[in-house]
């Protein structure tokens, strides 16, 4: 994927840390930014369709007491 160059403006505090960071661990400065730039261009995204996600019928409703009594066979069965 080709590279292109951008201008950040950022707080010195952050600079110094991914400086000391990159400095410490032996990677560049350049990589971390790509690497940040990247989880916020992932946390951005939006999708336009519809999930397709199952439902799953239990026949009737679940209650609390329910899902207590399932937790507590499962950590009963698993000693």
Known sequence: ???KKTTVMV??????AIKEA???EGR????YFREA???AALRA????DDWDIP???FGGPVSEEDIDAV?????????
């Open 1 to 3: 994927m080709a590279l």
């Open 11 to 16: 707080e010195e505090a952050d600079l110094q």
């Open 22 to 24: 990159a400095r410490r």
């Open 28 to 31: 560049s400065e350049a990589e």
């Open 37 to 39: 730039f990247h989880i």
């Open 45 to 48: 995204q939006r999708w336009d």
């Open 55 to 57: 439902s799953l019928d």
């Open 71 to 79: 937790v507590n066979d499962a950590v009963a069965g698993g000693r």
